[in-house]
Nanobody, 120 residues
Framework: VQLQASGGGLVQPGGSLSLSCAATTSRFAINAMGWFRQTPGKQRELVAVLTSGGRTNYADSVKGRFDISRNFAQNIAYLQMNNLKPEDTAVYYC???????????????WGQGTLVTVSS
């Protein structure tokens, strides 16, 4: 599975941005898609996950501001980010799994990162 992320950019605090992640067609179903993010000097952290069954998992820091969704027919995941804060600045990475997981494992897939910068 290959993942292609897009949508990053520069946005002012309080603004909104939407990220997309397109997964290539896989022999096996993709049952979870999500996003991680990383800032310099820190480990990657889970931002949001959505399973094919509709279960979600969000980082506490983004609950109520970020929304993950998915176009199952096209295997595209979206991350709608609202009320962005400077601390949301990071490289955002897309992930996918064949498992119904809310956390992902080392065996799951990574996409390339897309930079989100929140600054005035």
């Amino acid at each position: 599975v290959q993942l292609q992320a897009s949508g990053g950019g520069l946005v002012q605090p309080g603004g909104s941005l939407s990220l997309s992640c397109a997964a290539t067609t896989s022999r096996f179903a993709i049952n979870a898609m999500g996003w991680f993010r990383q800032t310099p000097g820190k480990q990657r952290e889970l931002v949001a996950v959505l399973t094919s069954g509709g279960r979600t998992n969000y980082a506490d820091s983004v609950k109520g501001r970020f929304d993950i969704s998915r176009n199952f027919a096209q295997n595209i995941a979206y991350l709608q980010m609202n009320n962005l804060k400077p601390e949301d600045t990071a490289v955002y990475y897309c992930r996918a799994s064949h498992d119904y997981t809310l956390t992902f494992s080392e065996d799951d897939y990574w996409g390339q990162g897309t930079l989100v910068t929140v600054s005035s």
